[in-house]
Every structure is written in structure tokens, then in C-alpha cells.
């Protein structure tokens, strides 16, 4: 393959080339261990090599993190904000490349690449924005005056999953940069490519700037670095998005060296439908909450609760539906579902339908890979018991499990059954029912509940919203008695 033919320009535009050093420490790149090799989803050919660096490396790259700290703290917040910014207009550059680094590398289609690209740069305008809130409070009284400070942890890790690398970076990462933190990006193996891409641009705004590297750092390797960072004490703030199971352990780890968590894991949402709902508006909601997410992402919805009065006329319209979607090259316009970044996770996708199967559910339509070949599969609808352990489950692929209910009892029931944190988008004409809902005692145990909209427009995050910034620093007081 000519990497630098007019199929794969883009990966010159980002700075990438066909040998990659993975670890980015001490504000210079370095790489010697066993490579790692990314495939492009689209057609199996190489995009590039990438070798990690070494446990001395690591040491390194903290050290030097550790140090930069007490520069990036004393550095005014307004500069900090600035610096933000231009990561912001460097990333909005290269919009288009990093898309198609995002489309090939992870095998989402190139308009849903494009719009979780789009997600890192408004963070960065949020981030700026929320760090305008004052982190000082003075009150007085008649004999003392009290001080209350916010003040930066120091060192932030940041884990991202392969299917999320931009977004989940950019709902953590600017947030604590402008809070006077340095970041440690441990990008995933399987998408290492989107990493050193964006670790070029933001090296670069910290070069121009006359910054040392060290205020933020990456690394990319095997599953040596992701335990290094979680038991490291130099480290008093780690967040880590991605499987539950890894997560328990991981804030487990954290929390046992005193050290704090921010765990963001793949979550079990849910869609309702009420009588009243519109069942052609159902249908499409359905498919965006489903297929038109991400795909692999952690909003999209995995059970569908459906008004036993609709319940048929909708499922046959959605099976209709389901059979039109457009499956194919993500890079191609009108391609709605694109493919599984990995050969695992398409073993994983077959393994979680022998399951479905032997806990007694029906495959109602798809259920298997593709006619084309690589990591496709089909969207799948299935129709199971409420009472079936996979209900509970988790998992990244366009797989929807369907329930007839007949009371809003047994809703709330089941959402209750599953503790992943999860949101529920209910679609329905009547919003006094969900007030009254929310009001009694059984109320839905869940993240969010959103009303007549869809998750395309919803990214539940710990990263993002008023008050987030306090994630990121810890409260010092002083009092001062006369």
C-alpha cells in the first residue's frame, strides 16, 4: 500500500506516518517495544505502526507531568483558557482528516466520525467557558473571615475505550486543563492511530506557545500502562470510561490508594413507548436511538418497551425498517451502519447472540455477520423475557431487546433490575404522566430520563455541565479569627 496516495492523504495531513512512536513524554515522542499494527475497517490495509515505549518511559512521562504542574498551576487561568482555544481552532483544522483517521481506524460511518470530532471542539469552547466561575469565596462575620478555595488535583489520567477515543478525551481533558491540571492520555491499542494524531496537534499549541510538553502527555502500549496508572500515586485523579466490569476494578484500584475515580461505564439504555406515541416518529427514534448513535457507542439503547396496544404494528414496521438500513463502507454518503472496529468485537457480537438464544430469546430479524466480509454485522431486533440475565447485560453492538408491556409497574421494573446507571428516552403525548411518575415512590432508578428525544442529540457525561469543573480540584479552606 502507497500510504501516501490519494486514499490515505489525510493521514499526511494529521502528521502520521507509516512508523509511529507511541509515547509522547517529556514534550518529545519515543517508542522502541513490539508493534502495534492499525487496519484500516474499511478495506484491512495498514494506515500505520505504532511502538510503545518503555516502563523507564513511563517514569519519565510522569516525572515530568509532576513537574510541569507547578508551571501549569501558577500559569493564569485566562492563559490557560487561551491555550484551550487554540486546541480548539487546531482540531477544527483538521476536522476533516481526523474524520476519516476516526472512520477508518474505528469503522464508524464518516458523518457520525465527523460529528464525535465535532463533539471535542465544542468541549473545548464548554471548558472555557465554565472556567469562569469564580474558585474563590470569601465570607465574613464579625470576628473572622473564612477563605474557601478550589484548587487543581495535579495530575489527571485519562482512559479512553477504542469505539470513543475523541469524545471521551474531550469530555475530561480540556475541563482539566483549564482547571490547572496536567493530563495523561492512555489511548486505546486498538485505535492508537487517533491518539498520536491528536496528541501532534496538541503538542504543537504547547510548542508555539512556549510551554513544556509535559502538561500533557500520552501513551500507547500494552496492558502493563493501564496498571500503571491506576496504581500510581502520583496520579490522585483517574477517569476511566468503558466496560463495567473493568471499571469496577479500576475504581476499586484507585480508590484503595486513597486516589479518585471518575468512572463512566457502558451503559444499558433504555426507549419507551407509550399508547399515545406517534408510531411512525417511534420507528425513527428507534433506529437513531439504535443504529443511528454510534453504533458502538454508550448511549446507544439496548431495550425497547413498547404499549402492548402498539406493540405489533410497531415491531412490524421496525423489522420493515431494520431490513432498509444501509450497511456498508462508512467513508460512503448515505451509509447509516458502518462496522465493528474489530475482529473481536464481531466475535463478541456471534457469542452475544448464542447467548440471547440460550436464554430463550427470538430473533426477530438480523442476528449474524453480514454477506460482506471484515467485522460487518447485521442490526439485530430480539424478542425476550424480561426475566433472561442478558437483560442486565451490556454490550457495543447495534442489538436491541423488545418487551410488551401492559403497566407502567412493570417498566419501572425492570429499569430497576439493571444498576449500570442507565437513561430511558420515553416517547409520549403526555407529559403530565411523567411528572406524575417521577412524583411517586417507585420511581425509575435510572441516570436521565429524557422526554421526546432522541440520544443523537444526548451525551451523558461527567465531564460536562455547571458545576463539573469542581471534578477536577479539591476544596481548601482557611479561617482567619480576630
Not at 486543563?177 to 491518539?195: D, F, K, Q
Not at 457507542?297 to 439496548?302: R, V
Not at 411523567?434 to 442529540?457: C, E, F, H, Q
Not at 455541565?465 to 469542581?470: D, L, P, V
Amino acid at each position: 500500500m502507497d500510504l501516501f496516495s490519494s486514499q490515505y492523504e489525510f493521514l499526511d495531513e494529521i502528521g502520521l506516518s507509516l512508523a509511529n512512536p507511541g509515547f509522547f513524554v517529556n514534550g518529545q515522542w519515543k517508542g522502541y517495544s513490539e508493534e502495534i499494527t492499525s487496519l484500516s475497517s474499511v478495506n484491512n490495509e495498514v494506515l500505520g505502526k505504532v511502538r510503545g515505549g518503555s516502563m523507564a518511559d513511563y517514569e519519565e512521562g510522569v516525572k515530568a507531568c509532576c513537574i510541569a504542574v507547578e508551571l501549569w498551576m501558577a500559569t493564569p487561568v485566562t492563559t490557560r483558557c487561551k491555550i484551550v482555544t487554540e486546541i480548539s481552532k487546531a482540531l477544527e483544522a483538521k476536522l476533516k482528516p481526523l474524520s476519516e483517521l476516526v472512520a477508518h481506524e474505528v469503522g464508524k460511518p464518516l458523518t457520525k466520525a465527523i460529528a464525535e470530532v465535532k463533539e471535542v471542539i465544542d468541549a473545548c469552547n464548554s471548558a472555557v467557558q465554565y472556567s469562569k466561575q469564580s474558585q474563590l469565596v470569601v465570607s465574613h462575620s464579625s470576628n473572622h473571615v473564612e477563605y474557601e478555595e478550589w484548587r487543581p488535583y495535579g495530575v489527571i489520567a485519562v482512559i479512553t475505550p477504542s469505539y470513543l477515543q475523541c469524545a471521551a478525551l474531550g469530555q475530561i481533558a480540556w475541563l482539566a486543563l483549564v482547571t490547572g491540571n496536567c493530563v495523561i492520555w492512555r489511548g486505546h491499542v486498538e485505535s492508537p492511530l487517533v491518539t498520536i494524531s491528536i496528541t501532534k496537534l496538541i503538542a504543537g499549541v504547547l510548542e508555539k506557545n512556549n510551554l513544556t510538553g509535559s502538561i500533557f502527555t500520552s501513551f500507547e502500549g500494552g496492558s502493563e500502562l493501564n496498571k500503571a496508572i491506576v496504581k500510581d500515586t502520583r496520579i490522585p485523579l483517574v477517569s476511566f470510561k468503558g466496560n463495567s466490569q473493568v471499571g469496577k476494578v479500576v475504581k476499586h484500584i484507585v480508590v484503595e490508594r486513597f486516589g479518585k475515580c471518575l468512572l463512566e461505564s457502558d451503559r444499558n439504555n433504555a426507549i419507551t413507548f407509550l399508547s399515545d406515541a406517534d408510531i411512525q416518529l417511534a420507528v425513527e427514534a428507534i433506529v437513531r436511538d439504535t443504529v443511528g448513535t454510534d453504533d458502538q457507542g454508550l448511549s446507544t439503547c439496548h431495550r425497547l418497551f413498547l404499549h402492548e396496544s402498539i406493540y405489533g404494528d410497531v415491531l412490524d414496521r421496525l423489522r420493515q425498517r431494520y431490513g432498509s438500513i444501509t450497511i456498508g463502507n462508512p467513508l460512503e454518503t448515505g451509509t447509516e451502519l458502518g462496522l465493528l472496529f474489530s475482529h473481536a468485537t464481531k466475535k463478541q457480537f456471534l457469542q452475544l447472540i448464542d447467548a440471547i438464544k440460550s436464554q430463550g430469546g427470538k430473533i426477530l430479524t438480523g442476528g449474524s455477520d453480514t454477506k460482506y466480509a471484515r467485522n460487518f454485522v447485521q442490526p439485530t431486533i430480539v424478542e425476550i423475557s424480561t426475566s433472561a440475565n442478558i437483560v442486565k447485560g451490556e454490550w457495543v453492538f447495534p442489538v436491541i431487546l423488545v418487551f410488551k408491556y401492559q403497566s407502567w409497574e412493570e417498566v419501572i421494573e425492570t429499569n430497576n433490575n439493571v444498576c449500570k446507571g442507565s437513561s430511558n428516552f420515553i416517547y409520549t403525548g403526555q407529559a403530565e404522566v411523567i411528572s406524575t411518575w417521577l412524583r411517586t415512590i417507585a420511581s425509575p432508578d435510572m441516570g436521565n430520563i429524557y422526554v421526546n428525544k432522541p440520544t443523537t442529540a444526548t451525551r451523558d457525561s461527567l465531564g460536562l455541565g455547571n458545576e463539573s469543573w469542581k471534578q477536577y480540584m479539591w476544596l481548601s479552606r482557611c479561617e482567619i479569627h480576630t
